[in-house]
């Protein structure tokens, strides 16, 4: 089975989140700047046009296009109803026997005429539109307004990115699942009293698991592993390289280390146990192309936090002592720090050139390799 990681990763237990919550369209924004908000408030709504439906009414009556305009009982921008006649024609002289010539349309589906052709005799229906409304997805403080498009919602928070997810926003209490990063997340370790949790599991979730934790109303996942077969059977399809986070599952699902059963940094695995019982929010939105997003665990600050004192952690390159992981072989998924750092390219097993750097492995022992070879991880 192939095991994949990506470069940078972010796990911090201080930093300074800024959420962009912005309307697919121009609507309406329901907070102003210095508002409280929670997970669940509606910061900005809007409405989705609905879909165009075309009638041809001109050949449903049988007449030609430029005289669609006599048959009509109904205008642009009318409401109409699904069956509504919305155009007709008359028999000649109003008389009784000459009922059965005439001929009448109805409306397909709810909505309003968009617009009616004098040139093909079809009339577009546009159907109702659907509500779209924007919550604010973390605890925090609207901290900036874009008037009728959105906010800018801002919070202290510990922060975790995986390396793939899939499933939507969400959020719930951290529970721990797992006694250690190393413990496989089965089954059996998933019960009704978890319903409503983000449980935290260490090297790797079956798929029986992923069932079971939606069948109990679970909220998330945040696991070191997850098995590429496993992924392919449970969605039912090849995922590629397209985004994910539109799946149509109630639990979100987040890995932190990669495909296969890998353990999940001790680190990140300390870190929210150290958080057990406070309110996490999840995405599993994850893109590896151009546009890169990734899979993440935010778990605000509880508290008043001033964020004027707050700083933004930024990713100043790998140096002496930056924790890395290993990300190929023969030291493949091993996490250590970097004690040296040297200028010279060294030539390698394959007679390339390269830079390289040293690592000292957690548990002991050290090992020289390509920077190439390595991810760092923000801290």
Do not use: W
Not at 97 to 121: D, P
Not at 252 to 278: P, S, W
């Amino acid at each position: 089975m192939a095991h994949s990681y990506t470069p940078g990763l972010k796990v911090t237990d201080k930093l300074l989140v800024q959420k962009h919550r912005i309307l697919p369209l121009k609507g309406d924004v329901l907070v102003k700047v210095g508002d409280r908000v929670t997970e669940d408030v509606v910061v900005a709504r809007t409405l989705l046009p609905g879909n165009v439906v075309p009638i041809n009414v001109a050949n449903s009556l049988g007449i030609p296009p430029e005289d669609i305009e006599h048959v009509m009982l109904k205008k642009e921008r009318d409401r109409i109803s699904e069956k509504e006649v919305i155009a007709a024609t008359k028999p000649p002289f109003n008389l009784a026997f000459l009922k059965f010539m005439s001929g009448s349309c109805a409306a397909t589906i709810n909505g309003t005429i968009e617009s009616i052709s004098h040139v093909t005799g079809q009339v577009l229906q546009r159907g109702e539109p659907t509500p779209v409304e924007v919550k604010a997805y973390v605890r925090g403080e609207v901290t900036e307004v874009f008037p009728r498009e959105g906010v800018v919602i801002t919070c202290v928070a510990s922060f975790v990115q995986g390396i793939f997810g899939i499933g939507g926003e969400t959020h719930g209490a951290i529970h721990m699942a797992a006694s250690s990063n190393s413990i496989v997340l089965s089954e059996d370790l998933i019960t009704a009293d978890h319903k409503g949790k983000i449980l935290v599991g260490g090297s790797l979730v079956t798929a029986g698991a992923l069932k079971k934790a939606i069948a109990m109303g679970v909220k998330g996942i945040v696991v070191g592993g997850f098995d590429d077969k496993d992924l392919r059977d449970f969605l039912g399809y090849d995922i590629g390289v397209a985004i994910t986070g539109n799946e149509d599952m109630s639990t979100t699902l987040v890995v932190t280390e990669g495909f296969g059963q890998i353990n999940m940094a001790q680190r990140t695995f300390d870190l929210l146990k150290r958080l057990e019982g406070q309110t996490a929010s999840i995405n599993g939105a994850t893109q590896i192309r151009a546009g890169v997003i990734r899979p993440e665990v935010v778990i605000p600050e509880t508290g008043n936090v001033d964020l004027k004192s707050a700083k933004v952690a930024t990713l100043e390159g790998i140096t002496i002592g930056s924790p890395v992981r290993v990300i190929r072989h023969p030291h493949f998924g091993r996490l250590g720090k970097v004690i040296d750092l040297p200028s010279p390219l060294r030539k390698l097993e394959s007679e390339s050139m390269a830079r390289v750097l040293e690592v000292e492995f957690d548990g002991g022992g050290k090992a020289v390799v390509p920077r190439a070879n390595v991810e760092m991880i923000e801290s």
